[in-house]
């Protein structure tokens, strides 16, 4: 448990930022049903989850129509203030966050995401999903049928994901 926390200090992130990519059509229906457990049910959606085995299974199975990656603090930080929605379609403020959590607002909130300290679902009423635009700028996607590693938009990012929804935000 000591090196458990001791890593957390060190500043590794304990969750991913995964964003759907390819729509569904003809896609085979455990990956379909994959992609639904995420709660990625469209393209340009956005959740995050926790750096776990079972999920980066999930991730592996679905690597072909999304994409993901270890977001920073002010990512989850801007994304959260930006596109968060609670039940109701009501923007996600600082006070919002302080009535239905127990965090002082969007940033503990964000700092606790990142270290894989609570998830999204914490905050009662909070919508999982993200909204985001398709990416801006002249790269776009950069070719939804190829790997990143190859130019293109799918798989694992790492910190990539960051500049990436920086461009959907």
């Known amino acids: 448990k000591k090196q458990f926390i001791h890593r957390r200090r060190e500043g590794i992130r304990m969750s991913y930022l995964v964003v759907r990519v ?3 059509i003809k896609v085979r229906h455990d990956i379909k049903k ?3 457990s995420l709660n990625l049910t469209k393209v340009n959606h956005a959740v995050l989850v926790p750096k776990r085995p079972e999920i980066l299974g999930m991730l592996t199975k679905a690597k072909d129509y999304i994409t993901w990656g270890e977001p920073s603090t002010e990512t989850v930080e801007s994304l959260i203030r930006e596109r968060g929605k609670m039940v109701g379609d009501v923007s996600i403020t ?3 966050v302080k009535e239905s959590s127990e965090f002082k607002g ?3 909130l964000a700092n606790a995401i990142v270290s894989g300290d609570t998830e999204v679902k914490s905050v009662s009423n909070m919508k999982r999903v993200f909204r985001l635009h398709p990416p801006r700028g002249s790269k776009g996607w950069g070719g939804i049928k190829r790997s990143f ?3 293109g ?3 694992n990012r790492g910190d990539a994901i960051n500049s990436l929804v ?3 935000l």
Do not use: P
Request: aromatic content about 0%; overall charge negative; cysteine-free.
């Open 153 to 155: 938009a799918l798989g």
């Open 106 to 108: 969007i940033k503990a």
């Open 34 to 36: 994959t992609m639904h």
């Open 166 to 168: 920086e461009r959907m």
């Open 22 to 24: 390819r729509s569904d």
């Open 94 to 96: 600082d006070e919002l």
């Open 149 to 151: 590693v190859i130019g």
